[in-house]
C-alpha cells in the first residue's frame, strides 16, 4: 500500500551541487580567457593601423594631398573606430563575467562553507 519513498543523502547532494558550481567557474573562466584574447588581439590590430594610419597621414600631407592616400585614410580612421567600439564592448563582457564569477564565488562560500579546522589528537592546549 506505501511506498518507500527514497530521498538522496546530503552528502550526494553536496557533491552535486560542488560538481555544479565548479562547471559553472570554469565556463565563466573561459569565457574570460576567450573575452581577452579577442580583446587583445583587436588592440594589436587596432595599433597596427594607427601606426599606418600616422605615416598614411604624414605622406598625405607631404605629397600634395593623393585622393587615393586620403580615401585609405578614412577607411583605418573608420576601422580604429570600429575596433574601439568592440575593444569597449568586449571589455563591458569581462567586466560582466568577472561579476558574475565573484557572485558565483560568494554564493558557493556562503552555501557550502569550509569544513572547520580540526585539532589533531594530542595538540590541545
Known amino acids: 500500500m506505501f511506498s518507500v519513498l527514497r530521498i538522496r543523502s546530503a552528502a550526494r547532494d553536496e557533491e552535486t551541487d560542488t560538481l555544479r558550481f565548479n562547471t559553472l567557474l570554469h565556463t565563466l573562466d573561459l569565457l574570460d580567457r576567450e573575452l581577452r584574447a ?13 601606426a599606418t594610419a600616422a605615416f598614411a597621414q604624414e605622406r598625405f600631407e607631404n605629397n600634395d594631398h593623393e585622393n587615393a592616400l586620403s580615401t585609405r585614410i578614412d577607411e583605418m580612421t573608420r576601422s580604429m573606430k570600429n575596433y574601439t567600439r568592440r575593444m569597449n564592448a568586449l571589455q563591458r563582457q569581462i567586466d560582466l563575467v568577472g561579476q558574475l564569477r565573484a557572485t558565483a564565488s560568494t554564493f558557493t562560500a556562503d552555501h557550502h562553507p569550509l569544513p572547520e579546522p580540526r585539532e589533531a589528537p594530542g595538540l590541545r592546549h
Not at 579577442?38 to 594607427?50: H, S, T
Open 38 to 50: 579577442e580583446r587583445r588581439g583587436l588592440k594589436e590590430r587596432c595599433e597596427r593601423v594607427a
